[in-house]
């Protein structure tokens, strides 16, 4: 597609359910991130794909978070029994390349916005 | 470890104006890559512009160009001729090595008619 596409846009849901947040990145972009935004901060890395392997997961804040990617391509964060304060928007971004001795700039697409009541 | 600073959370400019957001961060590399993203109200981030740090030439993008000071570990924005649809938040960010953005906190643009 022309640009990062993510879905839904907005995802209230009750403390304690599972959330599935969906990612479509550029076409061809081997190279997938999640990032979380909490009110009024900056963005938090959470996890790296690189083709369907998740090197680094780093970010994640718990175990009940995960990450998949199939094909190369589009990539699911899961959020299990969630809390309040998972509440934020969740960004996801592309990049061709990444790592080694050159990295290609890093696009992203609007983001889901997620409420945990 | 990376850390990212902008030391203005708000900022506000005159139409047409010239306005410079400051950003500052902290690493032991020497090559690494920094950022400036804006995100309107629609919470898309838009690249902005892109700097290679072993590039001594500054970037430039149309009405936006960055003064890259390596030694002062500095990477200001300088925004010409401001326009009404420059208002948004903008961040700075830090990559190198890892392939996470390491973001500051932003800075909120106002643009005055």
């Known amino acids: 597609g022309a640009g990062v596409s993510q879905s839904p846009s907005n995802k209230v849901t009750e403390k304690g359910k599972d959330v599935e947040l969906r990612c479509d990145p550029i076409?061809?972009?081997?190279?997938l991130y999640w990032y979380r935004q909490s009110l009024g901060q900056g963005l938090e890395f959470l996890i790296y794909?690189?083709?369907?392997?998740?090197?680094?997961k780093s970010g994640l804040p718990s175990d009940r978070f995960s990450a998949e990617r199939t094909g190369g391509s589009v990539s699911t964060l899961t959020i299990q029994r969630t809390q309040q304060e998972d509440s934020a928007v969740y960004l996801c971004?592309?990049?061709?390349?990444?790592?080694?001795?050159?990295?290609?700039?890093?696009?992203f697409g609007p983001g889901t916005r997620l409420t945990v009541l | 470890a990376q850390t990212v600073t902008q030391s203005q959370p708000e900022m506000s400019v005159q139409e047409a104006e010239t306005v410079t957001l400051s950003c500052t961060y902290d690493?032991?590399?020497?090559?690494?890559?920094l950022f400036w993203y804006k995100q309107p109200p629609s919470r898309q981030m838009i690249l902005v512009i892109r700097?290679?740090?072993?590039?001594?030439q500054n970037a430039t993008e149309n009405r936006f160009s960055v003064n890259f000071q390596k030694a002062a570990k500095s990477f200001s924005l300088k925004i010409s001729d401001s326009q009404l649809g420059d208002a948004a938040m903008y961040f700075c960010?830090?990559?190198?090595?890892?392939?996470?953005?390491?973001f500051g906190t932003g800075t909120r643009l106002t643009v005055i008619p």
């Open positions: 971004a592309s990049s061709k390349v990444s790592g080694g001795t050159y990295t290609d700039t890093q696009y």
């Open positions: 960010a830090y990559l190198a090595g890892a392939n996470n953005l390491f």
């Open positions: 690493t032991s590399e020497s090559d690494y890559y």
């Open positions: 794909f690189q083709g369907n392997s998740a090197p680094d």
């Open positions: 076409s061809g972009h081997t190279a």
């Open positions: 700097q290679e740090a072993y590039k001594q």
